[in-house]
């Protein structure tokens, strides 16, 4: 009788020599498949913006719908600004006047502005009512920790 060449295959003859790897080199893939991966997650959390970090221009976004009217910021307005999410410092400067709140003691001061490593500034140029019918241009800032 004869063999066909694909007989001995189907009855278990020569096939440990057949789709094999080495432990060692199974090994060695994963671990390099499993850094690989390691190094993309680490490159994305690097790149992804820190939520968490209060931020000056999150604060100016919460801050300047509540002082401003028609577009005018109405520094009589910032008495009402609501509490603050973070230690926070918002400033209204126009026509040589200075309008401050802060969210308390533990606010930084307008002097700690300069200290860049310690506190986040935002600031925004906006129309500032000084007087009844008059407005000029100003500037609203905002000082938060970070």
């Known amino acids: 009788m004869s063999r066909s060449s694909g007989e001995g295959l189907l009855s278990g003859?020569?096939?440990?020599?057949?789709?094999?790897?080495?432990?060692?080199?199974?090994?060695?893939?994963?671990?390099?498949?499993?850094?690989?991966l390691g190094l993309y997650v680490a490159a994305l959390d690097d790149a992804a913006p820190d939520r968490?970090?209060?931020?000056?221009?999150?604060?100016?976004d919460r801050v300047e719908p509540s002082v401003t009217t028609?577009?005018?910021?109405?520094?009589?307005?910032?008495r009402d600004v609501v509490e603050f999410r973070y230690a926070a410092t918002v400033v209204i400067e126009a026509d040589g006047e200075t309008w401050t709140v802060r969210s308390g003691d533990e606010a930084p001061a307008m002097e700690s502005a300069r200290n860049?490593?310690?506190?986040?500034?935002?600031e925004r140029p906006a129309t500032v009512k000084v007087g009844a019918g008059r407005n000029v241009r100003g500037t609203l800032r905002a000082v938060v920790y970070r």
């Open 70 to 78: 028609g577009g005018v910021v109405d520094p009589e307005r910032l």
């Open 13 to 36: 003859e020569g096939t440990e020599s057949r789709a094999a790897v080495e432990p060692i080199a199974a090994l060695v893939a994963v671990l390099a498949v499993g850094a690989a």
């Open 52 to 60: 968490e970090r209060p931020t000056a221009e999150a604060t100016l």
């Open 116 to 122: 860049t490593d310690a506190v986040a500034v935002a």
